[in-house]
């Protein structure tokens, strides 16, 4: 941590409707990931250049930096579960 990202379509929309962003898609840095219980994995981010104000989303509604080592392995983690899944089987 911290992880850069950029948000997908419908966080784009619900930031711009609120007036938290322009017309550009901005950067978001992860501060937190964690696991509400109720959905999939949340994080907590924060605009880049506005430290002071944080949000909470599910991590479906991030795109990570692709080239982040981290994101790499969860990457390939996700490419080789389904595998492990079938011979499980």
Known sequence: MPLSARPRPALLAFLRARG???RGAPKLVIVDIFDSGAQDLMCRFVIEGDA???FVASLAQIA???RHPLVQRLSARRRNAPRARARAK
Do not use: P, Q
């Open 20 to 22: 938290m962003i322009g």
């Open 64 to 66: 990570f930096d692709r």
């Open 52 to 54: 002071e104000t944080s």
